[in-house]
């Protein structure tokens, strides 16, 4: 069955249950504020590599209790599928942090960011109700306004808006990827006590060749790609 009982003691202490509200850890978003998603006011068509992140809504570690990393992976395979590819990335059990080739064409890259999102947030949802996720799913369900209900949309699974910066520098590429593959051994996490040892992120291929949970294009490879545009 997908999901997880949260009931269960959750073993990151990052959901904590009080009079049936799921309370924000404030130590972990103090840690992480210079990372938190701003609002993209631009339409992005320009072909390059853009660090992206989007995190779960109130920092509810909804991609862990739904057991949903299958879900990135499958969007990630459906970005490459399109032409575009993933360099580097870590899933967290509530937020997201990738370094995406965007190839261009007639879909622009927050219509294919939009897009996921939506596809992600309705499994997480179709999986948190299969297992009774009863009082996770009201607390999504009342996040949406009367406005939104009309329009279809029935839970809150992500913050709106997400951050993408552009990576033009094998220097920032570099800053990116030390901070993402290291954000699971970091703060309050502490998921893992190697960077490589962590399953959901790019680290092992950066440090050792191998790739893990899903294969990554070298930004290397990259760059020259979109220093030829």
């Not at 972990?28 to 938190?36: K, Q």
């Not at 739904?66 to 575009?84: E, I, P």
């Not at 998921?191 to 294009?217: E, M, Q, R, W």
Request: hydrophobic share 40%.
């Amino acid at each position: 069955m997908p999901g997880r009982d949260s009931s269960e003691k959750y073993p990151y202490h990052l959901l904590v249950v009080y009079t049936s509200k799921f309370l924000v850890n404030l130590t972990l978003i103090a840690n992480s504020i210079l990372y938190c998603n701003m609002a993209i006011h631009r339409v992005i068509t320009t072909p390059g590599i853009y660090f992206v992140t989007f995190t779960c809504y109130e920092w509810l570690p909804l991609i862990d209790l739904a057991n949903g990393y299958d879900l990135v992976y499958k969007w990630f395979t459906v970005l490459s599928n399109a032409g575009h590819a993933i360099t580097g990335f870590v899933i967290m059990p509530n937020h997201i942090h990738a370094l995406l080739y965007y190839a261009g064409g007639r879909m622009n890259f927050n219509t294919i960011i939009g897009n996921g999102k939506r596809f992600m947030a309705y499994e997480i949802v179709n999986r948190l109700t299969i297992s009774n996720q009863e009082s996770l799913l009201k607390i999504l369900k009342d996040a949406i306004s009367l406005e939104e209900m009309r329009r279809g949309r029935h839970h809150q699974v992500w913050i709106e808006s997400f951050d993408a910066k552009e990576c033009r520098t094998k220097g920032f590429i570099l800053q990116k990827l030390n901070y993402i593959h290291n954000n699971p051994c970091s703060g309050n996490w502490q998921l893992a006590d190697n960077p490589i040892h962590y399953p959901h992120s790019s680290a092992s291929y950066y440090s050792n060749g191998v790739h893990t949970s899903y294969p990554v294009v070298d930004y290397r490879t990259l760059l020259r790609r979109v220093s030829s545009h």
